[in-house]
T-cell receptor, first 117, second 114 residues
Framework: AQTVTQSQPEMSVQEAETVTLSCTYD???????LFWYKQPPSRQMILVIR??????QNATENRFSVNFQKAAKSFSLKISDSQLGDAAMYFC??????????????FGKGTKLTVNP | DGGITQSPKYLFRKEGQNVTLSCEQN?????MYWYRQDPGQGLRLIYY???????QKGDIAEGYSVSREKKESFPLTVTSAQKNPTAFYLC?????????????FGPGTRLTVT
């Protein structure tokens, strides 16, 4: 079964600085999708960024980018120019397909990011 | 506005009572999901459904039940058999068999059982 590991339960960063959140996963599949979701204090889950495994280019969305290392099964999230609004729980997720053909996400346990003014 | 609604935002029940959490989506998504979130546990999958009138157990289905009679609705019942029902519950939906797979989430329901 696929597993997703986020080894940093908590991280902190100074406003305007850069921070990297780590995520590793375990899979035997060759084609898959990876995601980073953000959950602010409102608890609304928001998609931050998505990476298709077959794409060699790392995904980027404004100040958010990933470092996708397929061989190492690593998928880290870099937040540049951190803002107070970036403070949230961040979840890494892997899209898997069951034997019955159903799609579902497997989530890591999350990293709580604090942004200090 | 397209989206997912969950009601109510806060729900209180006495131990031993069944309670049903509502989830409705108007995104025309085929698939719907229920997650439970506890501190330090991330999101754990309770049940999911890819099409109407069909659903599968997730990782922690014991003590829960669902139905999928309509495409837009996927209610979750927390039964008295669930030993520790107090938690935050999230509903999500997605398209299926698409290269742009993504789950969209509702605002969640905080259930407290005393």
């Amino acid at each position: 079964a696929q597993t997703v590991t986020q080894s940093q339960p908590e991280m902190s960063v100074q406003e305007a600085e850069t921070v990297t959140l780590s995520c590793t996963y375990d899979t035997s599949e060759s084609d898959y999708y990876l995601f980073w979701y953000k959950q602010p204090p409102s608890r609304q889950m928001i998609l931050v960024i998505r990476q298709e495994a077959y794409k060699q280019q790392n995904a980027t969305e404004n100040r958010f980018s990933v470092n996708f290392q397929k061989a190492a099964k690593s998928f880290s999230l870099k937040i540049s120019d951190s803002q107070l609004g970036d403070a949230a729980m961040y979840f890494c997720a892997y899209r898997t397909v069951t034997q019955g053909g159903s799609e579902k996400l497997v989530f890591g346990k999350g990293t709580k990011l604090t942004v200090n003014p | 506005d397209g989206g997912i609604t969950q009601s109510p935002k806060y729900l209180f029940r006495k131990e031993g009572q069944n309670v049903t959490l509502s989830c409705e989506q108007n995104l025309n998504h085929d698939a719907m999901y229920w997650y439970r979130q506890d501190p330090g546990q991330g999101l754990r999958l309770i049940y999911y459904s890819q099409i109407v009138n069909d659903f599968q157990k997730g990782d922690i289905a014991e003590g829960y039940s669902v139905s999928r009679e309509k495409k837009e609705s996927f209610p979750l019942t927390v039964t008295s058999a669930q030993k520790n029902p107090t938690a935050f519950y999230l509903c999500a939906s997605s398209r299926t068999r698409t290269s742009h797979y993504e789950q969209y989430f509702g605002p969640g329901t905080r259930l407290t059982v005393t």
